[in-house]
């Protein structure tokens, strides 16, 4: 059953982009992992793309990644004035080689504000960055937010196998908080692949937020915000398995003296610091979140253009039969907040 429609003024923090093609690498060797693009068959009348990584499809994906007047003229139905952008995650390539990751992501970078610059103000971009090497991150991340106008950035759940919580990963979180961008941790590569047993697809609808709850999972056992206490960081899928996971890490916390003392403050505490996209496609797990996490911190989150996406973010808030504040902070009024002055949003 379609929800009712709504053509409030809310913001996406969760929408991706895709470019048309991409550039030749210019190493003497195509590292594996490589993206590209040809040609597919229109559809519904759009154009369509095949989306190559390493030689090998990955995904077909349509115009909606990259026309910004497309992208604009869906948004109204969906009850969105503004959505934040940011690369299909599988395109941050922390499993190349440093100077053709640096290639390549300076190239989304520029794709990225040049959809924004396109769109006049109603899309903002969150940058990637080459997280394989901390040092060469913080420097992209610096001419992202300073030279192209990003207001954020996107980082995967895991860099190579290591959790966002990591202590290696923490001298970047620092730059993020010194230059206030925020963060929008999504799922990449996730663990427990082995486990599926299915089509390729359970990828996206059961790994991903796996992964990027343990990812939030260790933003909390790692210390991360008690080392950096301004810094505003949000993960994708409605923060994934953590909801389930938390009450056990609460218990945890109180029976293992491990744990206390490694964490000084109540993991649910910290957990209600971070910020949760509302992506989840049901009613009742967002009536979860809302008791877990609290509704200060709640972003709406689409996944367009993908198939997999929510259709009516505004709509699936506003049946929840809040109050009007409340319903205005999940909308819009967390989003702005969660991007702070860089976002350009009052």
């Known amino acids: ?54 030689g090998q499809h990955y995904r077909t994906v349509n115009e909606r990644c990259w026309s910004a007047p497309r992208r604009l003229a869906e948004l109204p139905a969906m009850g969105l004035a503004h959505q934040v952008v940011s690369p299909m995650p599988e395109l941050l390539s922390y499993w190349l080689p440093l100077a053709p990751a640096r290639q390549l992501i300076r190239y989304l970078n ?46 995967g759940s895991n860099v190579n196998g290591v ?67 301004r810094l505003r960081i949000a993960f994708s899928h409605g923060g994934g398995t953590l909801a389930s996971l938390l009450p056990r890490l609460q218990q945890g916390w109180h029976t293992f003296p491990a744990l206390r003392d490694q964490l000084p403050e109540a993991p649910r505490d910290t957990a209600r610091s971070l910020f949760y996209d509302t992506l989840v496609f049901d009613q009742p797990t967002l009536d979860h979140l809302l008791a877990t996490f609290g509704d200060s911190q709640l972003l709406l989150g689409t996944d367009y253009p993908f198939n997999f996406q929510e259709a009516e973010p505004v709509a699936r808030v506003q049946a929840l039969g809040l109050s009007a504040s409340r319903t205005e902070a999940l909308v819009a009024g967390n989003a702005r907040r969660f991007l702070g002055p860089r976002g350009g949003l009052g």
């Open 1 to 54: 059953m379609s929800l009712m429609r709504c053509t409030c003024g809310g913001i996406d923090v969760h929408a991706h982009v895709v470019p048309a093609h991409f550039p030749a690498c210019l190493n003497a060797v195509v590292p594996p992992g490589w993206p590209s693009t040809t040609d597919a068959p229109p559809q519904g009348g759009l154009c369509h793309r095949h989306v190559l990584v390493g």
């Open 110 to 155: 520029d794709t990225t504000a040049g959809l924004c610059a396109e769109s006049g103000g109603v899309l903002k971009g969150l940058a990637a960055v080459p997280l394989q090497d901390v040092d060469a991150a913080i420097d992209e991340l610096r001419h992202a937010i300073d030279h192209l106008g990003l207001v954020g950035v996107e980082v």
């Open 163 to 229: 959790p966002v919580g990591h202590p290696s990963l923490r001298p970047f979180f620092e730059a993020c908080e010194a230059m206030d961008v925020p963060v929008f941790v999504h799922a990449l590569k996730p663990a427990g692949m082995d486990r599926l047993v299915g089509p390729a697809p359970l990828q996206q609808v059961l790994a991903y937020p796996t992964d990027v709850g343990l990812a939030a999972a260790s933003v909390i056992t790692g210390g991360l915000l008690q080392a950096c206490p």
